[in-house]
Nanobody, 119 residues
Framework: QVQLVESGGGLVQPGGSLTLSCTASGFNFSIYEMSWYRRQAPGKGRVLVAVITSTGRTTRYAESAKGRFTISRDNAKNTMYLHMNSLKPEDTAMYYC???????????WGQGTQVTVAS
C-alpha cells in the first residue's frame, strides 16, 4: 500500500523556522522526483513550493520560497524534508508532499500537514 505521510507542521511565530518531513512507503522512493506543494486557502489550488530530483542533486523553488526554504531527501530513510526559515504569515497553508515517477503517470499525494504562521 502506497503511503506518503507528512509531519512537522504546527503553529510558529513570524520569523520562525519549521521543518516538515514526508515519509514514503509502498513504492520505490529513490527513483521518484519529490515535491512540496501548498494550499493557502480552502477552495484554492495547490501551488508548487519546491522540487527535488530522485538523486537529490537538483532542486527548484517557487519564487516565494527561494532563499528561505530548503528541500532535501534521504533515500535511505525514504524521507523528504522541507526546512523553512524566516516564515511569514503568508506561508500559512496546508503543505502536501507529492511523488512523481516521471514514467507512466504514477503519482502520489500525501494527506497534508498544516503550517500556521501567526503571532
Amino acid at each position: 500500500q502506497v503511503q506518503l505521510v507528512e509531519s512537522g507542521g504546527g503553529l510558529v511565530q513570524p520569523g520562525g523556522s519549521l521543518t516538515l518531513s514526508c515519509t514514503a512507503s509502498g513504492f520505490n522512493f529513490s527513483i521518484y522526483e519529490m515535491s512540496w506543494y501548498r494550499r493557502q486557502a480552502p477552495g484554492k489550488g495547490r501551488v508548487l513550493v519546491a522540487v527535488i530530483t530522485s538523486t537529490g542533486r537538483t532542486t527548484r523553488y517557487a519564487e516565494s520560497a527561494k532563499g528561505r526554504f530548503t528541500i532535501s531527501r534521504d533515500n535511505a530513510k525514504n524521507t523528504m524534508y522541507l526546512h523553512m526559515n524566516s516564515l511569514k504569515p503568508e506561508d500559512t497553508a496546508m503543505y502536501y508532499c507529492y511523488a512523481d515517477s516521471l514514467r507512466g503517470g504514477k503519482v502520489y499525494w500525501g494527506q497534508g500537514t498544516q503550517v500556521t504562521v501567526a503571532s
